[in-house]
C-alpha cells in the first residue's frame, strides 16, 4: 500500500495547524513522529485517520480517501493512548479482543482460539478474565495494541505510544510491532529511544511544518 499526503493544511478557528504537510508512506515504513508539545504531531494523527478536517488530498494507492476509496480505508486503525478508557468496552480483557475479532469477521468459535494466541503472545493470558478497567495504565496500553492488531491493519495509527509505558513494557511492545510485516505504522512519541528502536523512518514536526523525513539510520549518524 502506498499512502500519499499532499499539501495537507488544517486550520482550527483561523489558527493555522498543519502547514503543507507533504509525504510518502510505503508498505514496511514504521515512521516516528517526534516533535514538541504542540507541534501538530496528534493532528497529523488525526488526518491520517481521516477523523478530523483538512484541506490537501490524503491518497491511498493514488485515490483520494475521501471519495472514491472510504470503505477500503477501513483498514486503518487508529490508537490513542492520550484516553484508553474510551476505547475499552467489554467485562473482560478476553471479551475485548474476541469482540474486536468478531467485528472484523472472524467466527466466535475461532475468535476465542485466536484471542487467546494474541494474548500468550503478550504474557497477558493471566489477565484474560479481568475487568479491562482495572488494568494498569501500561497494560491497557498494550490491551487496545492487542486489539489494533488482531483487525489486521494496513495502516496502523498511534499516538503518544510509550507515554506512562516502563521499560520492560516498551522493549515488549518494541518486540512485538517489531515482528510485524506488511504494514504501515506511524507513531507519535516523545521517547526518542524508543523512536530509533522501533522505526525506519523519523518525521520531525515543528510548529505544524515537517522539518525533517529520513530513514533513522541516517538521521542517527548525523546526531553522533
Ligand atoms: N480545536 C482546536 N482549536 C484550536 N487550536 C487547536 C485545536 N486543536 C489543536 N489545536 C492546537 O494545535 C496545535 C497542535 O496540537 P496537537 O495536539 O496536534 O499537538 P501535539 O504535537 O500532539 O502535542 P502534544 O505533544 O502535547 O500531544 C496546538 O497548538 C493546539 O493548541
Ligand atoms: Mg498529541
Known amino acids: 500500500m502506498k499512502i500519499n499526503a499532499n499539501n495537507i493544511n488544517v486550520i482550527v478557528n483561523n489558527h493555522k495547524i498543519l502547514t503543507d504537510i507533504t509525504f510518502e508512506l510505503n508498505t514496511n515504513d514504521v515512521v516516528a513522529l517526534v516533535g514538541s508539545n504542540g507541534s501538530g504531531k496528534s493532528t497529523l494523527i488525526n488526518v491520517l485517520a481521516n477523523t478530523i478536517k483538512f484541506d490537501g488530498e490524503l491518497l491511498m494507492d493514488g485515490k483520494d480517501i475521501r471519495t472514491k476509496n472510504r470503505a477500503n480505508y477501513r483498514k486503518v486503525i487508529s490508537v490513542s493512548f492520550q484516553n484508553p478508557d474510551?476505547?475499552?468496552?467489554?467485562?473482560?480483557?478476553?471479551?475485548?479482543?474476541?469482540?474486536?475479532?468478531?467485528?472484523?469477521?472472524?467466527?466466535?468459535?475461532?475468535?476465542?482460539?485466536?484471542?487467546?494466541?494474541?494474548l500468550k503472545r503478550f504474557k497477558f493470558q493471566k489477565l484474560a478474565n479481568i475487568n479491562p478497567y482495572s488494568l494498569s495504565a501500561g497494560e491497557k496500553r498494550i490491551l487496545l495494541i492487542i486489539i489494533a492488531i488482531s483487525r489486521k491493519p494496513e495502516l496502523l495509527l498511534f499516538d503518544e505510544i510509550t507515554s506512562n509505558l516502563d521499560n520492560k513494557s516498551t522493549v515488549m511492545v518494541t518486540?512485538?510491532?517489531?515482528?510485524?510485516?506488511?504494514?504501515?505504522i506511524v507513531f507519535s512519541t516523545h521517547d526518542f529511544r524508543m523512536a530509533k528502536l522501533l522505526s525506519n523512518k523519523v518525521?520531525?514536526?515543528e510548529s505544524g511544518e515537517i522539518k525533517t523525513f529520513d530513514d533513522t539510520k541516517k538521521i542517527r549518524r548525523r546526531n553522533e
Open 203 to 205: 518525521m520531525i514536526i
Open 175 to 184: 518486540n512485538f510491532l517489531k515482528k510485524i510485516k506488511d504494514i504501515i
Open 86 to 118: 474510551l476505547q475499552l468496552f467489554e467485562k473482560t480483557v478476553i471479551k475485548e479482543v474476541e469482540q474486536s475479532l468478531i467485528i472484523n469477521g472472524t467466527n466466535k468459535k475461532e475468535a476465542n482460539k485466536e484471542a487467546l494466541v494474541l
